[in-house]
């Protein structure tokens, strides 16, 4: 009866235990979409970014004409070419979104600009101002363009590098996913023109790079849940059996403190 019982705890603990190793199936990235690994098939291109009421716009006009730089850019022509790089005087010449989808722009006056990408709104502008003054060309920037990561330890708020920033990049910015970071079940909170979303992907499928998940876009919030085998911290065969060994030793010494040998007489 004894040897059952033995039997029946190391078979149960080692099912346990192994049950609950990480595999690098569950770590690796864009692996083929097979034995579990989605397939996105209906693939999504890039699209520019649209802007929408709230966004921050930095805008920078070039002209030949002194005056004309002077009344936009406050400054030279020459100087103005290091305004974006300036907390101040970007701030000075950023235009906010309102709630008609307009900036209201010098002398210009209101112009559309929500639901447009930054080069349909270049030419916007360009065409408003250019039947009142002399310009060459405009520069636009969207400014404060972040996303945020929250969970698995890896919670904080980071700035696009870049117009186009995907999602292994914005990863790599917070410094990669845990060990035990789930990696099938990541998702995006994200907001559109419909409404919030929430869109779920697994990170390890090669399919992502042609999907709608791959670039983020501004504001978007990552959430990061971890794997059920976190608790038990087993990553290696060689941990597995350490774990097994420990944990059938503990069990005997269990069965023995409540069920002691007999003593013989």
């Known amino acids: 009866m004894p040897n059952t019982i033995f039997r029946l705890i190391f078979i149960f603990f080692s099912a346990f235990i192994i049950s609950s190793c990480i595999t690098t199936h569950q770590t690796n990235y864009l692996q083929p979409a097979k034995n579990f690994i989605p397939a996105y098939k209906d693939t999504v291109s890039y699209e520019d970014y649209k802007l929408k009421t709230g966004d921050r716009l930095f805008v920078q006009v070039y002209s030949m004409d002194e005056k004309t730089n002077t009344l936009f850019n406050g400054t030279n022509n020459v100087n103005s070419q290091n305004l974006s790089n300036s907390g101040d005087n970007s701030d000075l010449y950023s235009y906010i979104i309102q709630q008609d989808g307009t900036i209201h722009f010098p002398?210009?006056?209101?112009?559309?600009?929500?639901?447009?990408?930054?080069?349909?709104?270049?030419?916007?502008?360009?065409?408003?101002?250019?039947?009142?003054?002399?310009?060459?060309?405009?520069?636009?920037?969207?400014?404060?363009?972040?996303?945020?990561?929250?969970?698995?330890?890896?919670?904080?708020?980071?700035?696009?590098?870049?117009?186009?920033?995907?999602?292994?990049?914005?990863?790599?910015?917070?410094?990669?996913?845990?060990?035990?970071?789930?990696?099938?079940?990541?998702?995006?909170?994200?907001?559109?023109?419909?409404?919030?979303?929430?869109?779920?992907?697994?990170?390890r499928s090669v399919d992502i790079i042609n999907s709608e998940y791959y670039y983020l876009q501004p504001n978007d919030v990552i959430f990061i849940q971890p794997m059920n085998q976190q608790f038990f911290g087993v990553t290696t065969l060689w941990s597995a059996i350490s774990a097994i060994i420990t944990s059938v030793s503990f069990g005997v010494g269990v069965y023995y403190l409540f069920f002691p040998k007999p003593t013989v007489k």
């Open 107 to 203: 002398i210009v006056g209101d112009i559309k600009v929500a639901g447009k990408t930054l080069r349909q709104t270049k030419f916007a502008i360009e065409d408003a101002i250019r039947p009142i003054l002399k310009i060459n060309s405009v520069d636009v920037r969207m400014e404060g363009r972040s996303f945020s990561i929250i969970g698995a330890g890896k919670s904080g708020k980071f700035s696009f590098p870049n117009e186009k920033l995907n999602i292994f990049q914005a990863l790599a910015m917070a410094g990669d996913l845990g060990l035990y970071a789930d990696r099938s079940k990541i998702k995006i909170l994200r907001e559109t023109a419909n409404g919030t979303e929430i869109k779920i992907f697994d990170l």
